[in-house]
């Protein structure tokens, strides 16, 4: 017979995933954060990270309607949710519409296992949220230090954040000592590429329906039984790759002005906390 407890586990983790509810990540704070980066067991190719994107849906009074993952930022396939964005900018013809289509484009985080070792419990893994640069400057303290996800050879790193908004800057350093770490931590670790999957219909219809009441367009929710990248009521240019939109024609300067290339991926991590407390 089943455990009680895996049953009771077991059973949480699909409510949560057909709801969309996910245990909270971990965001380095206003100053110096010290954290040790851990294996993801559910990758055996040995990648630790797992890439992830979300979908922060406002209105024209900056009033956050919808939370929902970028499939393509996170799986790497075509987004409803991207599309019908898209749609929108390339037909509206309202600048307040443009630039809320535009701030609801996917911002692009990197997801790691840590022990965040000056937080309440060095103890226990957590979900170490970064934005793609501070996680590049991960990557530049591997190309020096090695492996840092090593139990018995890896580093601390010091991420020290400073700033507010949009002037929020990260810095990433080797902590001055390291010790190893004890290796009961690896069954605790979370499975990174489960964690993302996060799709579930009402949800998904949710946001198909926030991008709607802003555009004016009427989007239709894709099937749950048909590919995503497929059920939008009407065809849309595909203008969302590498951060860029489609150029508008001629007679539509303003417009082509208006949609001009925005970094949504370097969405500061304060910004994100005020929409979702906005919730």
Not at 4 to 16: G, T, W
Not at 109 to 115: E, W, Y
Not at 163 to 188: M, Q, R
Request: charged share 30%; hydrophobic share 35%.
């Amino acid at each position: 017979m089943a455990d009680i407890m895996d049953l009771i586990r077991n059973k949480k983790k699909a409510i949560q995933q057909s709801s969309g509810r996910r245990q909270k990540t971990v965001k380095p704070v206003s100053g110096k954060n010290k954290f040790r980066i851990l294996p993801n067991p559910g990758d055996e190719e040995g990648q630790f990270w797992q890439d992830f994107g979300q979908h922060f849906i406002k209105d024209t009074n900056d009033k956050l309607q919808a939370v929902y993952m970028c499939v393509e930022k996170t799986h790497e396939r075509a987004c409803p949710i991207c599309e019908g964005i898209a749609q929108g900018i390339n037909e509206a013809g309202d600048d307040e519409i443009i630039e809320a289509l535009k701030e609801s484009r996917s911002s692009s985080r990197v997801l790691v296992n840590a022990l965040h070792l000056d937080g309440e419990d060095a103890k226990t893994p957590v979900i170490l949220e970064l934005s793609p640069t501070t996680f590049e400057k991960v990557l530049e303290l591997m190309e020096e230090y090695g492996n840092v996800t090593s139990l018995s050879e890896g580093i601390d790193i010091l991420i020290t954040r400073s700033g507010t908004g949009l002037n929020t800057e990260y810095s990433v350093l080797p902590a001055a000592k390291s010790k190893p770490v004890d290796a009961a931590v690896l069954k605790n670790l979370h499975n990174l590429g489960e964690y993302v999957e996060q799709e579930y219909d009402e949800g998904r219809n949710k946001a198909i329906a926030a991008v709607s009441n802003v555009s004016g367009l009427m989007l239709a929710a894709p099937p749950a039984d048909k590919p995503l990248a497929k059920s939008l009521s009407a065809p849309v240019e595909d203008s969302l790759d590498d951060d860029m939109y489609a150029e508008s024609s001629a007679e539509e300067p303003k417009k082509e002005e208006a949609i001009a290339k925005a970094d949504s991926d370097e969405i500061s991590d304060d910004e994100l906390d005020d929409m979702l407390a906005s919730l």
